[in-house]
């Protein structure tokens, strides 16, 4: 079985930190199954194996820094590696290559392999607070239960001020951002949506749950989104090497603001055919994870276009920037009260303004117009299946 | 609850929901959303973890109408009050 490699969690990305494995030799490993913690630039990712297996050996210690096509583990079966699925390459030849490379033959002169020695005992959030503050959990005395290191330990470990932790993550959006308005020709179509009848359905909804069962809003922004990606797929996929491929499936990518001004925009699995409640529960888990830096590989990598939900900042029209190699992203602004035509006579409504920003490679106004008008339509009602 | 105790769980909610903002030296005046810089996740989660610590749920009408830090103390504080004792 092929050796587990460091995996290219994003177009940017040249090498991650290994932080922790979660498995040891001997381990059982299923498809899917997290198998390590790797610290890149988007913050902590939990990176899962992409095909089951028995661990023969750990590769590479905690606390490692390695390029991506680095072998970190071995699994039975051999040495023989092959690439796991990598993400769709940017269609630029400045940026690195984005298949993980082959690796060395097995005879090489690389370090022996050793078993790595047992991190020290955390709790996850201390784990989380030593990587933003740069304290190494090794040389932190732990008084949690049975010597565990707890956050409070690790608050008093970091003695002096460490250099801005989200400053590399600003530097790789901004390189990302700067990268898709200089290669992507975007257009942009916008539209208003009277959603009075949605927020009353909503606020109705709310008013009748408990708490951890209320709906925020942009649960309802992103259906609307992904229903239209259904209707309408020239906005749904990559453009990889020339052209545009249409994605399979809709996995929404949703940007989400982190703490200190980095940004991800992680996706919402299937976003269109989960019922609403279950696609809640996974939104409000997904934010909780990006922002507490528990996020998978996987979701980093699959979007096939993104939702960036602005109302909360105040702003009426979003004009957003693609992430490539998605070909679509779609911004939806605050809602206000607008003076607005009914009839013959004019009410205030609660209006919010759409706006698509599209790849003219990929897809042309006409399409774009019915992707847009569809969101529309399905912003403008309570949800319908 | 006493206005004191419910400040510091308050101010202490904040701190785990939103890392990095220190709620303690701002005025009661300070809007949740606009001075402290949460958005609606924010607001969601933090009400779901003051709904757990006073013991019943906040109905969302009185989240919407809980803005400014002061407020959220008084609710937390006459909210905790008058929880039926556990068990």
Known sequence: ?385 | MTRDEARRLLVATIARVAPGVDAVALPDSADLRRDLDLDSFDVLRLMTELSRAIGRDIPDRDVARLTSLGATVDYVAEAAGSAPPPG
Not at chain 1, 133 to 151: N, Q
Not at chain 1, 213 to 231: G, I, N, P, Y
Not at chain 1, 254 to 269: D, E, S
Not at chain 1, 367 to 385: D, I, T
């Open chain 1, 1 to 385: 079985m092929p050796d587990f490699l460091m995996p290219s969690l994003g177009a940017d990305m040249e090498a991650g930190r290994l932080v922790e494995w979660r498995v040891r030799p001997g381990d059982r490993v299923e498809r899917g199954q997290v198998v390590a913690e790797v610290e890149t630039d988007k913050g902590i990712i939990e990176v899962e194996s992409w095909q089951a297996g028995t661990v023969s050996e750990l590769l590479v210690q905690p606390g490692t820094s390695v390029p991506v096509g680095t072998p970190l583990a071995r699994f039975d079966g051999g040495a023989e590696t092959i690439a796991p699925p990598a993400p769709p390459p940017v269609a630029s030849p400045a940026s690195p290559p984005v298949a993980p490379p082959a690796p060395p033959p097995v005879a090489s002169p690389a370090s022996p392999p050793v078993a790595s020695p047992a991190p020290p005992r955390a709790s996850p959030s201390a784990r989380r607070r030593a990587t933003e503050l740069g304290v190494d959990l090794a040389a932190v005395a732990g008084t949690g239960p049975d010597g565990a290191i707890t956050l409070a330990d690790v608050e008093r470990g970091a003695a002096r001020p460490v250099a801005d932790p989200s400053a590399a993550m600003r530097r790789v959006v901004a390189a990302a951002m700067s990268r898709s308005k200089r290669e992507i020709p975007h257009y942009y179509l916008s539209t208003q949506v009277d959603v009075g009848a949605a927020l009353a359905w909503l606020d109705a909804r709310n008013a009748a749950l408990p708490i951890e069962q209320r709906l925020l809003q942009v649960v309802l922004h992103v259906r609307a989104v992904a229903l239209a990606c259904v209707k309408v797929p020239e906005l749904n996929g990559h453009w990889v090497e020339g052209e545009f491929r249409r994605a399979e499936s809709v996995h929404v990518g949703l940007a989400i603001t982190l703490r200190g001004g980095g940004l991800v925009a992680p996706a919402l699995r299937d976003a269109a055919s989960k019922p609403l409640d279950v696609l809640a529960k996974e939104t409000n888990d997904l934010i909780l994870r990006a922002r507490t830096g528990a996020l998978r590989s996987s979701e980093l990598t699959e979007p096939t276009l993104t939702l960036t939900s602005l109302g909360d900042a105040g702003v009426e029209t979003v004009f957003p920037i693609i992430h490539p190699p998605q070909v679509a992203i779609v911004g939806i602004g605050g809602v206000r009260s607008r003076p607005w035509v009914v009839g013959a006579s004019i009410e205030p409504r609660s209006v919010l303004t759409v706006t698509l920003a599209a790849d003219h490679r990929a897809s042309s106004g006409h399409s774009g117009s019915a992707f847009l008008a569809e969101v529309a339509r399905r912003l403008a009602e309570p949800p319908q299946p």
